[in-house]
């Protein structure tokens, strides 16, 4: 929704200088979202995450060049292939990744080199990420460490991460529907986040989606873990006392067939 939002022509920032198309001086931000098909809103929002260097300034004109060209072409075509933004910042180093342990490292590794497939999903999913040498990085750690971490009920890695993975597949549309949902109703119940008068200039824009988005995210992750925490208890031991009755069943039944 941000994206409609007109800011007053005084308050657009220099980035709107414009400069002869592909000239020597550069391009404009228009004129480098014309020449690699995205939105001047989607480049300044790569800036602030910092996939992409800033402009050079040259007095009042911020101007972009052709190796603004080639990161956003490879950005697009990173998108296409399914990476999300954590996982495109981990493989072109701006996210910094976790320090892991050696053995998570080796671990990761060799689980790249065996089982590509889940590997990519992993990686798809921005939980680990690879550097342009092939280095293999722990982008976001506490999912990682919690599919591991089942290793205490003797679920092995692979196992493991198989099944984050597939979790990750199922939650993800639910996702999309649940931060689209939760973000248009804070925009009913506070009109001010759409119609604030506070922003002066597109920084101002831009810092406040970023903080709108951790709310959300921080909104649906807490909700989320109390939902879960209240019904897994139950419904867990329940599914393990049922295999367990299963268990003792086949036992007795093959006890009475040696009888």
């Known amino acids: 929704m941000f994206r409609h939002r007109v ?6 920032t220099i980035d709107e200088a414009t400069t002869t198309p592909g000239g020597p001086g550069g391009y404009s931000v228009e ?4 020449k690699v098909g995205m939105s001047p809103r989607n480049i300044r929002a790569h800036q602030a995450r910092r996939l992409l260097p800033p402009p050079v300034r040259r007095g009042r004109a911020a101007l972009y060049d052709d190796s603004h060209v080639r990161r956003l072409d490879a ?8 990476f999300n933004l954590v996982s495109i910042e981990a493989m072109l180093g701006v996210r910094a990744s976790d320090e892991a342990p050696d053995g998570l490292t080796a671990m990761l590794q060799r689980l790249t080199a065996d089982r590509p497939a889940l590997a990519h999903a992993l990686t798809r999913h921005g939980v680990i990420g ?16 919690a599919a591991l971490d089942l290793h205490r ?17 199922s939650l993800r549309p639910v996702a999309d529907e649940l931060v689209a949902a939760v973000t248009a109703r804070l925009l009913t119940l506070a009109p001010e986040l759409v119609h604030g008068g506070a922003r002066s200039s597109w ?32 419904h867990v031991a329940e599914l393990l006392e049922n295999h367990l009755d299963a ?12 009888g």
């Open 7 to 12: 800011l007053p022509e005084a308050t657009v």
């Open 31 to 34: 004129e480098l979202a014309r």
């Open 75 to 82: 950005i697009l075509a990173l998108q296409r292939q399914g």
């Open 130 to 145: 690879r550097t342009t040498d092939g280095t293999v990085r722990t982008v976001r750690p506490r999912p990682l460490r």
């Open 153 to 169: 009920v003797r679920v092995g890695t692979v196992p493991a991460l198989q099944t984050l993975s597939e979790v990750l597949d």
């Open 203 to 234: 920084a101002d824009l831009d810092r406040e989606t970023l903080l709108l988005t951790q709310g959300v995210v921080n909104v649906l992750t807490e909700a989320f873990r109390l939902a879960v925490e209240n019904q897994s208890e139950a």
């Open 247 to 258: 268990d003792v069943c086949l036992e007795d039944s093959t006890d009475i067939d040696n």
